[in-house]
Structures are given as C-alpha cells and as structure tokens.
C-alpha cells in the first residue's frame, strides 16, 4: 500500500476567494409578461421621449455654445466665472435635469451637498452606468475626469466641455501625474473651483460590492464627499457592465419604462486624519468601508485591471470571468505588475485551452507536464488546488507558481536535479537516463518520455546539456516544485523507516533536506498583508 502523506499548508485569509466572484457580470433575462409590456409602452412612450429629448438637446446646444465661446479648453484654465457659471450652473442644470426627467428618471435625492469649501471632491459609488452621469446633474456639474478625446464627439463633447472636465491623454506618457496634480490644484483652491467629481472604482460594476477605489480622489488629503447611487427597480435596464447588455439595448429597454427611479444619497463628508493624508490608500479603504457599510454591500480587490484580463482571457479562447484575479490583491501581496499577471494567463491557458469553463483538471495538469498522475503530482495539483474542488482556476494558477513554483525554482535545485539525472556524471543527460529515473521516481514501468526530451532537447542532439536543462526549467516553474515535492516524499517516507519508491543518492538526500526548508516557506502563503 502506498503512503498517504497529510500536507500541513496553512492558507492565508487574506488569499481566499472574496464574497463576490464577478462583479462584472450583469444578466438580463424578461419574462413574457415583461417583454410585452415593454413593447406595449414603448410604442407610446419612446416617440414621445424622442421628441422631448431633441428639443431639449436642441435648446442646450446653443446654451453649450455661448458658455464656452472663445475659451479655453486644454491646457492651464481657469474656472468660469459671472455669466457664464450662471448659465452652466444654473440654465444648463435645469435643462440637463428635464433631460432625464424626459427619458424617465424619478431622482430622490437624500443628505445635504456640502460646498466646494467643505468637500473639494465628490466621490460616487457603486458606478454602474453611464446613466450614473445624473449625480453630475443633482451636483450641479461640478468637474469630472475625463479623456481629452471626448471633446471631440459630436454634442455631447461641446456639453463636456462646459464642466471644464480634468483631461487625461492616452499620449502623454505624463498623463496620469499631470491629472493627479490637476486634481490636487483645483481642490486646494479655497472654494475658488467648482466640485470635482470622481468614481473612484473606475470601472462599471453590477452594484452588488465595491471594488478597489482609485487613488485620484484621496491622493491631496483635502475633506472628499460620499456620495452613494442606487437603482431600486424591479426590472433593472441601466446597469452596464463588461459582461451584459449593451449600451443600445439598455438605452431602448430604459425608455419602455413607465419611470425609472433612482437615489442618490449624500453622506456628510470625510476628513483624512494624518496617516491618511500620507497615505492616499488608507484614506480610499476609510471612504469605501463607510459607503459599503451605509450601503450593506461588502467589499473586494478587483479593479479595471480584472477587466483587461477578462478581454484578455476571452481572446485566448478562455470563458472572460476566467481573467479575474482580484488584481489589487494579487499584485500587491505577490508583488507582480499586469505584465507579469498576462503572461500567467497565457500560460495558463496553454493547459486550461482544452478544457470547459477554464478550469485544469488533474488530467490536464498531468498532460501539460507530459506526465503520468503520480502521488507526487497528485501532491503538487493539490497545493495549487486552495479551495479541494478538484480543479484549478487561474487564481490558483497565479498564487501556485506565484508562491510554490518559482521560490523553489533556483540554481540550486535545477543543479540537484541535473545531478540526479546525469546518472554517468559526463555533464549531458540521454533518454536512456531520463527515462530510466522518471519510471523509478514515478512508479510506471511503460514510460514514455519521448515528447518532454524532444522538448527539452532543443538543438535535437540526442542528450541534454545543463544550459537546455536550465532554459527549459527556468520557463517551466511547475517542475521545479514537481521535482521537490518527490524529494520530500522521499524524505518523508525515509523518516517513516519505508523504502522509498526510488532510491535517490546520498547527494539527492541531502538535497531533498535543504530543499525541503525553502519549500516549507512558500508553502505557507508566507507573504504578509
């Protein structure tokens, strides 16, 4: 009978799945009944919305127009003043309110907004539409952030333009540091700007937590206004999320409706104390965990990042939700960069592309390795697997190689390795070799190693030198912890006075205890919050 070995891996809190798996998703589904009175309504509510719509839009336009006449737009500008922040702060709020209230908004407001003396900067959650801009409208129109290409559209740019929006630029390389200062300019003017008003999450989300705040907003430590958007609707036609209805659909389905109701809540605001002011994040995480509380949503680390990698996944033939890592998280405690993180999802999808619903399964992790399933690969598959469903999202697949596999994967292993299997010591390893110590190490009389030296064996001379070795498993982490985990079976079957299923040299032993100490620490999650 073989020995079963009990892996002590402790698992840390802060590494486990969070309460919501993809707030990115949002799924739409009418019933009959709702269908046909969608129809029913929109065939007398959306003509009549249409005209009401472009004749507001038509009484803007020249609004729009003289407010921003011969003004500055890019560059250094300072905030409008006299007639011309009357008409955007009065005639042009009035007119962008009978805007929605003609597409069918019923807007509640709750709270007091603070003034721009008290609170510089608005920050509104959870975003989840861009039907979230008629927090801009009950505000006011304070300034957003925005891209410096928006105000080349068509209409609405003309609009956006009339908020003296903060630009950002996909060509400037400065862009962010420039918008961050911006931001920080304008909230420490004493009263002298309007409001700015930002989504800290940065991204649409379906309402249902809120995700990593960006640090824009808290990064001048000036007093910041929480203002929070719900939609409590039966049918819900505005949310806009990566994974969902598009933006036609909704706009149709929202103007079937008889009204469509939404709050918007103003909570008092936030002043950072001295840590917080030092550090922008501390002083995000205050402002989401009062919003989330007011709001009895929880909370969790994803970020746009987690979308990117959705696309991403979804370009590699993967199921889009397969790219979600919670980003925030994962770069922080892993220290990786998006980069690093992409190429994983490449990897990953080299195993996982075979597979239904992006999940590896023992048989494909075995197949990938070009290896049969043994106990040690059974070991190796379950340190990866951190909740035991018997598969391996790409989650796991980040924090395994993360954590097991490239701590592990050092000279000095490679060099062990290399060793053992150079069973004459002429510095090249033959499939005779090779195979010889993977049938004994793995138990299996029959096999066939073929395909993983060819694949070793670049230069197709028939043995493997150490530089083949080493490239090959400095690209392959997953060995090298493979690899180690036999060694520690070995040991351990040794100190339980067994025979071990291979005997390894005396070199390999004292290799198996000093590996066995650098595995101990990474597969403990030993990175700290």
């Known amino acids: 009978m073989s020995l079963q070995r009990v892996v002590a891996l402790p698992r840390q809190h802060s590494l486990r799945l969070p309460a919501i798996l993809n707030p990115f998703v949002h799924q739409l589904k009418l019933t009959k009944a709702e269908t046909v009175k969608c129809v029913l309504l929109g065939i007398i509510l959306v003509p009549i919305r249409s005209v009401i719509l472009l004749l507001v839009l038509m009484v803007l336009w020249p609004v729009a127009v003289m407010i921003t006449f011969r003004q500055s737009l890019k560059g250094v500008v300072e905030p409008l003043t006299g007639w011309r ?274 999940r590896i399964t023992i048989e494909e992790f075995a197949s990938f390795l070009k290896l049969p399933i043994s106990p040690a690969l059974q070991e190796l598959f379950s340190l990866f697997d951190r909740n035991g469903d018997g598969t391996i999202d790409f989650r796991e697949y980040v924090i395994g190689v993360t954590i097991l596999c490239r701590p592990v994967n050092n000279e000095g292993v490679i060099q062990t390795a290399f060793k053992l299997f150079d069973i004459d010591e002429d510095n090249c390893i033959t499939q005779e070799e090779f195979s010889s110590l993977l049938r004994s190490a793995l138990g299996v009389c029959d096999l066939d190693v073929h395909s993983l030296f060819t694949e070793i064996d670049v230069d197709g001379s028939g043995h493997i030198t150490y530089d083949e070795f080493r490239s090959f498993a400095l690209t392959h982490p997953e060995y090298a912890k493979l690899f180690t985990t036999y060694l520690d079976l070995q040991r351990y079957q040794a100190l339980q006075g067994e025979e071990p299923e291979y005997n390894i040299t005396s070199h390999g032993c004292s290799a198996s205890h000093a590996v066995h100490s650098s595995q101990e620490d990474s597969a403990s999650d030993k990175k700290d919050d």
């Open 85 to 358: 922040r009357f008409l955007r702060q009065r005639v042009m709020t009035f007119l962008a309110r009978i805007y929605f209230f003609g597409m069918g908004f019923r807007v509640i407001v709750k709270g007091r907004q603070a003034s721009s003396a008290e609170a510089p900067i608005l920050v509104v959650a959870p975003h989840s539409s861009f039907f979230d801009a008629i927090v801009s409208v009950e505000a006011g129109l304070p300034s957003t952030v925005s891209r410096s290409e928006s105000l080349e559209a068509p209409i609405f740019g003309r609009f956006l333009s009339c908020v003296q929006p903060v630009l950002v630029s996909r060509k400037d390389p400065d862009s962010r540091k420039n918008t961050i200062l911006e931001i920080d300019r304008r909230a420490k003017s004493g009263g002298h700007w309007q409001q700015v008003l930002l989504f800290p999450e940065g991204t649409c989300t379906n309402r249902s937590c809120l995700i990593t705040f960006k640090q824009g907003a808290f990064v001048p430590g000036v007093p910041v206004q929480p203002v929070l958007i719900r939609y409590p609707n039966k049918l819900d036609t505005v949310t806009w999320t990566w994974q969902g209805p598009k933006v036609a659909k909704l706009l149709l389905l929202t103007l079937c409706q008889l009204y469509t109701t939404v709050e918007i809540e103003f909570l008092p605001p936030m002043i950072p104390n001295e840590t917080e002011k030092k550090c922008p994040a501390k002083f995000a995480q205050s402002v989401r965990a009062v919003m989330a509380e007011v709001l009895g949503l929880s909370v969790t680390d994803h970020t746009y990042e987690d979308c990117r990698l959705m696309i991403a996944a979804g370009e590699l033939t993967l199921p889009m939700e397969a790219g979600l890592v919670e980003f925030t998280k994962i770069s922080r405690k892993l220290e990786l960069k998006w980069d690093n993180v992409k190429k994983e999802l490449e990897s990953f999808a080299n195993i996982a592309c075979s597979c239904k619903g992006g």
